[in-house]
Protein backbone atom coordinates (compact mmCIF):
# COMPACT_ATOMS: atom_id res chain seq x y z
CA UNK A 1 0.00 0.00 0.00
CA UNK A 2 1.29 3.41 -0.79
CA UNK A 3 1.08 6.01 1.48
CA UNK A 4 -1.11 5.63 4.39
CA UNK A 5 -4.75 5.41 2.92
CA UNK A 6 -6.57 6.70 6.27
CA UNK A 7 -5.05 9.85 7.99
CA UNK A 8 -4.80 10.80 11.21
CA UNK A 9 -5.80 14.66 11.56
CA UNK A 10 -3.40 16.12 14.05
CA UNK A 11 -4.49 19.95 14.90
CA UNK A 12 -2.59 22.05 17.22
CA UNK A 13 -3.47 22.11 20.93
CA UNK A 14 -2.85 24.87 23.57
CA UNK A 15 -3.55 24.82 27.24
CA UNK A 16 -2.98 28.41 29.44
CA UNK A 17 -1.26 27.13 33.10
CA UNK A 18 0.34 28.93 36.02
CA UNK A 19 3.95 28.37 36.58
CA UNK A 20 3.15 26.36 39.81
CA UNK A 21 4.37 22.70 41.01
CA UNK A 22 1.21 21.33 41.41
CA UNK A 23 0.10 22.48 38.15
CA UNK A 24 2.46 19.67 36.47
CA UNK A 25 0.24 16.85 37.08
CA UNK A 26 -2.57 17.89 35.03
CA UNK A 27 -0.07 19.29 32.20
CA UNK A 28 1.06 15.91 32.19
CA UNK A 29 -1.90 13.75 32.26
CA UNK A 30 -3.26 16.37 29.64
CA UNK A 31 -0.82 15.53 27.16
CA UNK A 32 -1.25 11.84 27.47
CA UNK A 33 -4.98 12.16 26.90
CA UNK A 34 -4.18 14.48 23.76
CA UNK A 35 -1.34 11.71 22.61
CA UNK A 36 -3.44 8.85 23.25
CA UNK A 37 -6.42 10.52 20.87
CA UNK A 38 -3.48 11.35 18.08
CA UNK A 39 -2.40 7.29 18.42
CA UNK A 40 0.27 8.13 19.79
CA UNK A 41 0.49 5.91 23.18
CA UNK A 42 4.25 4.99 22.10
CA UNK A 43 5.53 8.86 22.59
CA UNK A 44 3.93 9.55 25.91
CA UNK A 45 6.46 9.02 28.35
CA UNK A 46 8.69 11.39 26.53
CA UNK A 47 6.42 13.88 26.07
CA UNK A 48 5.12 14.14 29.76
CA UNK A 49 8.46 14.26 30.73
CA UNK A 50 9.76 17.08 28.11
CA UNK A 51 6.60 19.13 29.26
CA UNK A 52 7.01 19.10 32.80
CA UNK A 53 10.69 19.82 32.34
CA UNK A 54 9.83 22.92 30.29
CA UNK A 55 7.18 24.21 32.80
CA UNK A 56 8.79 23.50 35.44
CA UNK A 57 11.83 25.85 34.10
CA UNK A 58 9.33 28.41 33.99
CA UNK A 59 8.64 27.96 37.66
CA UNK A 60 11.91 27.81 38.59
CA UNK A 61 13.51 30.79 36.26
CA UNK A 62 10.61 33.31 36.07
CA UNK A 63 8.53 32.46 38.97
CA UNK A 64 5.76 30.90 40.52
CA UNK A 65 2.48 31.69 39.08
CA UNK A 66 3.59 32.71 35.75
CA UNK A 67 0.85 32.55 33.39
CA UNK A 68 2.35 30.47 30.39
CA UNK A 69 1.01 28.62 27.70
CA UNK A 70 1.71 24.76 26.80
CA UNK A 71 1.18 23.67 22.82
CA UNK A 72 1.30 20.28 20.90
CA UNK A 73 1.36 20.33 17.44
CA UNK A 74 3.47 18.30 14.85
CA UNK A 75 6.02 18.94 12.90
CA UNK A 76 5.85 17.13 9.61
CA UNK A 77 6.40 13.51 11.68
CA UNK A 78 8.28 14.99 14.86
CA UNK A 79 5.73 15.98 17.85
CA UNK A 80 6.32 19.53 18.94
CA UNK A 81 5.83 20.93 22.40
CA UNK A 82 6.07 24.10 23.01
CA UNK A 83 5.92 26.61 26.67
CA UNK A 84 5.78 30.04 26.06
CA UNK A 85 5.94 32.66 28.75
CA UNK A 86 6.28 36.31 29.51
CA UNK A 87 9.93 36.65 30.18
CA UNK A 88 12.35 37.85 26.82
CA UNK A 89 15.28 38.86 29.69
CA UNK A 90 16.87 35.06 29.86
CA UNK A 91 17.29 32.31 27.40
CA UNK A 92 17.62 28.78 29.14
CA UNK A 93 21.32 27.59 28.63
CA UNK A 94 22.21 23.88 28.98
CA UNK A 95 25.18 23.02 31.36
CA UNK A 96 26.70 19.81 30.98
CA UNK A 97 29.54 19.93 33.21
CA UNK A 98 29.08 19.01 36.89
CA UNK A 99 30.36 22.08 38.34
CA UNK A 100 27.88 24.49 35.93
CA UNK A 101 25.55 27.11 37.50
CA UNK A 102 22.24 25.34 38.36
CA UNK A 103 20.49 27.02 35.88
CA UNK A 104 19.96 25.07 32.89
CA UNK A 105 20.65 21.72 34.43
CA UNK A 106 17.18 20.81 34.00
CA UNK A 107 17.72 21.47 30.01
CA UNK A 108 20.01 18.15 29.97
CA UNK A 109 17.28 16.00 30.48
CA UNK A 110 15.25 17.83 27.51
CA UNK A 111 18.55 17.59 25.69
CA UNK A 112 18.89 13.39 26.40
CA UNK A 113 14.89 12.77 25.17
CA UNK A 114 14.33 15.60 22.30
CA UNK A 115 15.43 15.07 18.87
CA UNK A 116 16.01 18.88 18.81
CA UNK A 117 15.05 21.83 20.70
CA UNK A 118 15.25 25.44 21.36
CA UNK A 119 14.70 29.00 21.98
CA UNK A 120 12.53 31.58 19.67
CA UNK A 121 12.52 35.04 21.45
CA UNK A 122 9.22 37.58 20.72
CA UNK A 123 8.64 40.96 21.70
CA UNK A 124 6.52 39.98 24.43
CA UNK A 125 6.84 36.58 25.29
CA UNK A 126 9.53 33.31 25.06
CA UNK A 127 9.20 29.81 23.88
CA UNK A 128 11.10 26.95 24.51
CA UNK A 129 10.04 23.58 22.08
CA UNK A 130 11.27 20.35 21.37
CA UNK A 131 10.14 18.20 19.00
CA UNK A 132 10.24 14.59 19.75
CA UNK A 133 10.86 11.63 17.20
CA UNK A 134 7.83 9.49 16.24
CA UNK A 135 8.62 7.19 13.71
CA UNK A 136 5.65 8.45 11.52
CA UNK A 137 6.24 9.29 7.64
CA UNK A 138 3.96 12.79 7.87
CA UNK A 139 1.89 14.43 10.31
CA UNK A 140 -1.16 12.27 9.15
CA UNK A 141 -0.17 9.25 9.38
CA UNK A 142 -0.24 6.41 11.85
CA UNK A 143 1.64 4.26 13.82
CA UNK A 144 1.98 0.99 11.96
CA UNK A 145 2.46 -2.75 12.32
CA UNK A 146 1.17 -5.99 10.89
CA UNK A 147 -2.09 -5.69 12.91
CA UNK A 148 -3.13 -2.54 11.96
CA UNK A 149 -1.76 -2.95 8.28
CA UNK A 150 -4.19 -5.82 8.00
CA UNK A 151 -7.23 -4.15 9.35
CA UNK A 152 -6.18 -0.97 6.51
CA UNK A 153 -6.70 -3.35 3.80
CA UNK A 154 -9.80 -5.05 5.26
CA UNK A 155 -11.07 -1.33 5.29
CA UNK A 156 -9.41 -0.67 1.85
CA UNK A 157 -11.20 -3.81 0.04
CA UNK A 158 -14.52 -2.82 1.54
CA UNK A 159 -14.41 0.61 0.32
CA UNK A 160 -14.94 2.50 4.52
CA UNK A 161 -13.88 5.78 5.43
CA UNK A 162 -13.42 6.81 8.60
CA UNK A 163 -14.44 9.54 8.45
CA UNK A 164 -17.86 8.86 7.09
CA UNK A 165 -20.55 8.63 10.09
CA UNK A 166 -23.17 7.61 7.60
CA UNK A 167 -21.56 4.80 5.81
CA UNK A 168 -23.91 1.71 6.45
CA UNK A 169 -21.30 -0.79 7.43
CA UNK A 170 -22.94 -4.43 6.18
CA UNK A 171 -21.85 -7.79 7.60
CA UNK A 172 -19.21 -9.18 6.29
CA UNK A 173 -19.95 -11.82 3.81
CA UNK A 174 -17.12 -14.12 4.30
CA UNK A 175 -17.51 -16.86 6.46
CA UNK A 176 -14.79 -17.58 9.23
CA UNK A 177 -13.53 -20.19 11.83
CA UNK A 178 -13.70 -18.68 14.99
CA UNK A 179 -10.27 -18.19 15.84
CA UNK A 180 -9.95 -16.35 12.34
CA UNK A 181 -13.08 -14.14 13.49
CA UNK A 182 -10.70 -13.22 16.54
CA UNK A 183 -8.21 -12.57 14.67
CA UNK A 184 -10.13 -9.95 12.68
CA UNK A 185 -11.57 -8.28 15.84
CA UNK A 186 -8.19 -8.31 17.42
CA UNK A 187 -6.83 -6.68 14.04
CA UNK A 188 -9.43 -3.87 14.02
CA UNK A 189 -8.97 -2.87 17.68
CA UNK A 190 -5.38 -2.35 16.91
CA UNK A 191 -6.29 -0.15 13.85
CA UNK A 192 -8.52 1.86 16.21
CA UNK A 193 -6.24 2.73 18.87
CA UNK A 194 -3.62 3.12 16.37
CA UNK A 195 -5.89 6.27 14.93
CA UNK A 196 -6.77 7.55 18.15
CA UNK A 197 -10.02 6.02 18.65
CA UNK A 198 -11.25 3.94 22.17
CA UNK A 199 -11.09 0.18 21.62
CA UNK A 200 -12.70 -0.56 25.17
CA UNK A 201 -15.29 1.91 24.14
CA UNK A 202 -15.64 0.39 20.49
CA UNK A 203 -16.08 -2.91 22.00
CA UNK A 204 -18.83 -1.68 24.50
CA UNK A 205 -20.97 -0.30 21.35
CA UNK A 206 -20.49 -3.78 19.56
CA UNK A 207 -21.45 -5.72 22.44
CA UNK A 208 -24.13 -3.38 22.94
CA UNK A 209 -25.57 -3.70 19.20
CA UNK A 210 -24.53 -7.70 19.34
CA UNK A 211 -26.88 -7.38 22.62
CA UNK A 212 -29.86 -5.33 20.76
CA UNK A 213 -30.21 -7.71 17.70
CA UNK A 214 -30.57 -11.01 19.75
CA UNK A 215 -34.05 -11.85 19.62
CA UNK A 216 -36.04 -11.20 22.55
CA UNK A 217 -37.14 -14.55 24.40
CA UNK A 218 -40.16 -15.25 25.66
Known amino acids: MDGCRFGVVRKAWEMPFLAEPAELAGLRNAVRLRLDLWGLAAVVPDAQLCASE ?32 PDVGSVPVLVTNEDGDEHGRGLVLLD ?18 CELTTGLRSSVDHVGGPQVARAEALLGLLGLSVRDKDVQRGPLTVAHAEEAAIDVIADLLHWLRAHG ?21 A
Open 54 to 85: LAANVTKHVGRGTSARLTVSMSGSRLRIEVCD
Open 197 to 217: CDPDGALDRAQAHFGAELPVE
Open 112 to 129: ALADRWGVVLRADAKIVW
